[in-house]
């Protein structure tokens, strides 16, 4: 069956500007993670999500970061007057149980 | 929170040789995950091993989660193994994995 998707694969955006970041976790899971890997932090939790849940967002950097998910499946991550240490790749992971599976990831940068 | 230690941090094999790759972790875990990040940047499952021992083809696994850590083996390496390969945790606190820093992997013909 079908992965993982997130959209865009790519986003280049000027400093200051907001951007999103769609996650379609698999179809059945229930839980939905967002990570980001960048150079000089390796790859970090950001927010999770399971059902109806309140989300976890102990991990998201800053206020300019936000998440939501709808109807409990496709999510949104959105990061508001970007800056330039916002440059990562963006991860979505879904899972039923414990093991999770990962999408093929945005690469944010920012100029 | 967890820590999560890789090692080594690079290995560099000539085709068909074995290795070992080690994660130490901190504290109790509920699950324990290693992937291989292609050249793409994709996350691929290797392995769902909070405890015992897994074996899928030429890799297999080993969690001792009294002792704290896990082994990944590359048996008969290939230049398709090459890559950076990561060990990530999830502690009794749930919620998140928590990643080492990765093993780069370069397997030459």
């Known amino acids: 069956g079908a992965g993982v998707s997130q959209s865009p694969s790519n986003k280049v955006t000027e400093k200051g500007k907001d951007v999103e970041l769609r996650c379609d976790p698999i179809s059945g899971h229930t839980a939905l993670y967002w990570y980001r890997q960048s150079l000089g932090q390796g790859l970090e939790f950001l927010i999770y999500?399971?059902?109806?849940?309140?989300?976890?967002k102990s991990g998201l950097p800053s206020d300019r970061f936000s998440a939501e998910r709808t109807g409990g499946s496709v999510s949104t991550l959105t990061i508001q007057r970007t800056q330039q240490e916002d440059s990562a790749v963006y991860l979505c992971?879904?899972?039923?149980?414990?093991?999770?599976?990962f999408g093929p990831g945005t690469r944010l940068t920012v100029l | 929170g967890i820590q999560v230690e890789q090692s080594p941090p690079d290995l560099i094999l000539q085709e068909g040789a074995n290795s070992t790759l080690r994660c130490n972790f901190s504290d109790s875990v509920n699950n324990l995950q290693w992937f291989h990040q292609n050249p793409w940047g994709q996350l691929i499952n290797l392995f769902y091993i909070p405890s015992g021992t897994k074996q899928n083809g030429r890799l297999s696994a080993t969690t001792v989660a009294t002792e704290r850590y896990s082994l990944l083996y590359i048996s008969s390496s290939q230049t398709t193994d090459s890559g950076v390969y990561f060990c990530a945790v999830e502690g009794a606190a749930g919620n998140k994995l928590t990643f080492g820093g990765g093993t780069r992997v370069l397997v030459k013909p």
């Open positions: 999500f399971q059902g109806n849940s309140a989300p976890d």
């Open positions: 992971a879904s899972s039923w149980g414990l093991e999770q599976f």
